[in-house]
């Protein structure tokens, strides 16, 4: 079993800040990528930003400059630091994970819950 339990959302006011947490947790022996997607009403999950093992980060046009994603590995948690916050940024955020459980097994993917970002005008 694995987990992803993501925390920091809120309701901020356009150019306020939030940081959002996400912790793994259960059996794993290696993580190959984290990352986070967010979803609006109405809205297909699109990605925000997400970091491979060997690649730097990407993120969605619309984040660049604003978001910044980061990992602690000791502790296996991710974080997306959102700075100049603006009212389309509204949406369920929820962590992504491609986590190996074990030496003999494939990576899989896994999702946290999601946690509300809204921003208001």
């Known amino acids: 079993q694995v987990q992803l339990v993501e925390s920091g959302g809120g309701l901020v006011q356009a150019g306020g800040s939030l940081r959002l947490s996400c912790v793994a947790s259960?059996?794993?022996?290696?993580?190959?990528?984290m990352g986070w997607y967010r979803q609006a009403p109405g809205k297909q999950r699109e990605l925000v930003a997400v970091?491979?093992?060997?690649?730097?980060?990407s993120y969605a046009d619309s984040v660049k400059g604003r978001f910044t994603t980061s990992r602690d590995n000791s502790k296996n948690t991710v974080y997306l630091q959102m700075n100049s916050l603006k009212p389309e940024d509204t949406a369920v955020y929820y962590c992504y994970g491609s986590i190996q459980r074990s030496r003999y097994t494939v990576s899989r993917e896994y999702w946290g819950q999601g946690t509300q970002v809204t921003v208001s005008s």
């Open positions: 259960g059996s794993i022996f290696s993580i190959n990528a």
């Open positions: 970091e491979a093992s060997s690649s730097s980060a």
